[in-house]
């Protein structure tokens, strides 16, 4: 009788161990992957998987800071559907375009300033679009703070420095090769 209670418990106990094997069967077809990218291309590559069902990471190369560009497109999505999920903001809110919002060439970029746009519209504008104007609008919605906190939350505070808007990522990578870009405004900004 023991034995057969044994028999009908070992794959409980299993279990755990058949996960983990999992676990690393993934990391490890992903590595070989990556390894394979990296060898056979010039630049550098960094690479961080976070498994939102269990946790488990892989890493390559991600032990440097990388200019993200418009991966930060992601955490403030987050943050501002969280805003919507808490009722602080609507999808059919209408946000206003100023000229400070105005970075790169975009659909929205052209558009007069005042214009009015909707959460859901500039939403879409910056995912499918990847259009920077409509990604500064939201963090000026939002808040340069709770996007921070969404993305904290999210992602974990290791590796990551701070989100800001587009114009002041592209201030900060245009000083790296001349320090005055800090000084740039943005309608400099949408000419280069």
Same mark, same amino acid.
């Given at each position: 009788?023991?034995?057969?209670?044994?028999?009908?418990?070992?794959?409980?106990?299993?279990?755990?161990?058949?996960?983990?094997?999992?676990?690393?069967?993934?990391?490890?077809?992903?590595?070989?992957?990556?390894?394979?990218?990296?060898?056979?291309?010039?630049?550098?590559?960094?690479? +961080?998987?976070?498994?939102?069902?269990?946790?488990?990471? +892989?890493?390559?190369?991600?032990?440097?800071?990388? +200019?993200?560009?418009?991966?930060?497109?992601?955490?403030?999505?987050?943050?501002?559907?969280?805003?919507?999920?808490?009722?602080?903001?609507?999808?059919?809110?209408?946000?206003?375009?100023?000229?400070?919002?105005?970075?790169?060439?975009?659909?929205?970029?052209?558009?007069?300033?005042?214009?009015? +746009?909707?959460?859901?519209?500039?939403?879409?504008?910056?995912?499918?679009?990847?259009?920077?104007?409509?990604?500064?609008?939201?963090?000026?919605?939002?808040?340069?703070?709770?996007?921070?906190?969404?993305?904290?939350?999210?992602?974990?505070?290791?590796?990551?420095?701070?989100?800001?808007?587009?114009?002041?990522?592209?201030?900060?990578?245009?000083?790296?090769?001349?320090?005055?870009?800090?000084?740039?405004?943005?309608?400099?900004?949408?000419?280069?």
């Amino acid at each position: 009788m023991r034995r057969l209670a044994l028999l009908l418990c070992l794959p409980l106990l299993l279990l755990p161990l058949a996960e983990r094997a999992r676990a690393a069967d993934w990391r490890e077809a992903l590595g070989a992957q990556i390894e394979r990218i990296d060898r056979g291309t010039p630049g550098e590559l960094g690479v +961080y998987v976070k498994r939102l069902d269990g946790g488990e990471t +892989y890493r390559h190369g991600a032990e440097r800071f990388w +200019y993200l560009g418009s991966m930060t497109k992601v955490p403030i999505a987050i943050a501002v559907l969280q805003q919507v999920d808490a009722g602080k903001l609507k999808l059919s809110d209408a946000v206003e375009l100023q000229d400070a919002d105005r970075i790169d060439v975009s659909r929205v970029v052209r558009e007069r300033t005042g214009r009015r +746009y909707t959460v859901d519209a500039l939403l879409d504008r910056m995912l499918k679009d990847s259009d920077n104007t409509a990604a500064n609008m939201l963090i000026r919605t939002v808040g340069e703070d709770t996007v921070q906190r969404s993305a904290a939350q999210a992602l974990g505070t290791q590796g990551f420095k701070r989100i800001t808007n587009f114009a002041t990522m592209r201030r900060d990578v245009y000083a790296e090769i001349h320090p005055s870009a800090r000084e740039l405004p943005n309608t400099a900004l949408v000419q280069v």
